[in-house]
């Protein structure tokens, strides 16, 4: 990508990072903490990588989406909200009990979202299901799925993966957000599930190891999934991230998996984002 694009993505990537603590704020509940994590992928996903039209949500031929992890269904409504599938003001309406932006994504509700989330090691599953449905059909679609790590202690995450890797859907892209934590504390301690990555190559992968706050990590490893395009084999791109990424007191902190931030905290990240803005204007 040339340094326009990419400084463009990083610009956005500012945004949805606004609007996850604009919406954890505003419902006074949430999980800021993995949506941060993972603000970097949903900002290429639907500002680079997905064929998708805001304008019409349900168009067939687009690529799909599932947030398997869907608890950090904030970081993908912003996402949403700024590429133009809903405005950005009904961000902080998040939870509240006559909103469409609910905890977790509701395909019924929420313009853009096409699966039903929340349970986790489900999305995979349906995201599978998706892919296999395309191959079916003859249609030139890929599904992606957002999975997170502390989510591969579920069973059924491996179910799917053979299931994947059986029915050679190459369409299929398994992304997994590594933070190292999740609600109860450090993966490691709570279900080690290393190594992750010869796991996913045992169970039929093609595996890809990358920083998923780098965009040029992140192209690379895209390029990669369409360069298996015909090889029979699903792709999976393991991300190294940060959780809670982009705002300082809440990096590397299990305590902010499920908790808002209140006012004071909610201004200063709000704060440290505006200047990771400016530090972004040329």
Known sequence: MTPEEKLALQRTAVCVREG?????HGA???????????????TYLYFREMRIDPKNPRWEDRDRFVLSKGHTAPGLYAALANRGYFPVEDLPTLRHIDSYLQGHPNMNTVPGVDMSTGSLGQGLSAAAGMAKGAKYLGKDVNVYALLGDGELAEGQIWEATMFAAHYKLDNLCIIVDINGLQIDGRTRDVMNTEPVDEK???FGCDVVQVDGHDFDA???????FHANCGSGKPTCILMRTTKGKGVSYMEDNAGWHGKAP???EYAKGMEELSEARKALEV
């Open 262 to 264: 209140n006012d004071e």
């Open 20 to 24: 996850i603590l604009t919406s954890t």
């Open 200 to 202: 996913f190559a045992a």
């Open 218 to 224: 992140l192209e690379s490893a895209f390029a990669r």
């Open 28 to 42: 006074k509940a949430g999980h800021p903490g993995g949506s941060l994590s993972a603000a970097d992928v949903f």
